[in-house]
């Protein structure tokens, strides 16, 4: 049961314009979402997160929203540029008396054209 | 700072072999997570290291271990390899990953080929 959904496996977007890749999450205990971009033959890095006290947190080009009814979040890239061509995870966290870990989505990869 | 390095980079093996990998987290980070990467399945979280204990563990066969030692290295061994092992295999440290907004950076990845 995949508990952080990303249902667009690819996404094309002109240079200059906005890229907004989606994220669901299934789980209502998650209380930390990440984004994280991917680039060929290189681990994810952090991009951006998000706490769920918060529905939005901007970063230079990069803003993540989170509707936490829905149970739904977004990254939006403004303007796209072709650097930012990668394949983007969402991550979803929250805190067990036990444990903690993190929860991937299955990515998205974004392609800026010049 | 060195970031996060795996060895090695790429590894061929075959079925019923077994293999270990080796990641050296960022100076100072006590947590060491690993992940299974494959097509369309995301990262898939294996188990995770703090002060050589495992505090957290997905849900893979126990033909699937690790271990860290007290320099905070650590290794992943899986035993009795199967076609659908070959993935990219990637390690993540943090300084505590406890910690409320506490983020992971991430190795290069080891890629595990299985013929």
């Known amino acids: 049961d995949q508990q952080v959904k990303q249902n667009s496996p690819s996404l094309s977007v002109q240079e200059g314009r906005i890229s907004i890749l989606n994220c669901d999450y299934t789980?209502?205990?998650?209380?930390?979402f990440l984004w994280y971009k991917k680039y060929p033959a290189e681990g994810p890095t952090f991009l951006i997160s998000?706490?769920?006290?918060?529905d939005k947190n901007e970063d230079g080009r990069f803003t993540v929203f989170l509707n936490k009814s829905a149970k739904h979040l977004s990254l939006h890239i403004v303007p796209s540029q072709p650097g930012d061509s990668a394949v983007y995870f969402c991550?979803?966290?929250?805190?067990?008396?036990?444990?903690?870990?993190?929860?991937f989505g299955p990515g998205t990869s974004l392609s800026v054209i010049p | 700072k060195a970031g996060v390095t795996q060895t090695p980079r790429y590894l061929i093996k075959t079925r019923g072999q077994q293999v270990t990998l080796s990641c050296s987290p960022i100076?100072?980070?006590?947590?060491v997570s690993w992940y299974q990467q494959t097509p369309g399945q995301g990262l898939q979280f294996l188990f995770e290291?703090?002060?050589?204990?495992?505090?957290n563990k997905g849900n893979f066969p126990g033909r699937f271990s690790g271990r860290q030692f007290s320099n905070s290295r650590s290794e992943m061994n899986v035993s009795t390899l199967e076609l659908g092992d070959s993935a990219l295999y990637l390690c993540?440290?943090?300084?505590?990953?406890?910690?409320?907004?506490?983020?992971?950076?991430f190795g290069p990845g080891t890629r595990l080929t299985v013929l």
């Open positions: 998000i706490s769920s006290i918060k």
């Open positions: 290291y703090f002060s050589e204990t495992q505090r």
């Open positions: 789980n209502s205990m998650f209380d930390y």
């Open positions: 991550a979803a966290k929250y805190m067990k008396t036990s444990y903690d870990k993190v929860i």
């Open positions: 100076s100072g980070h006590r947590s």
């Open positions: 993540a440290s943090s300084p505590d990953s406890r910690l409320f907004t506490d983020t992971q950076y």
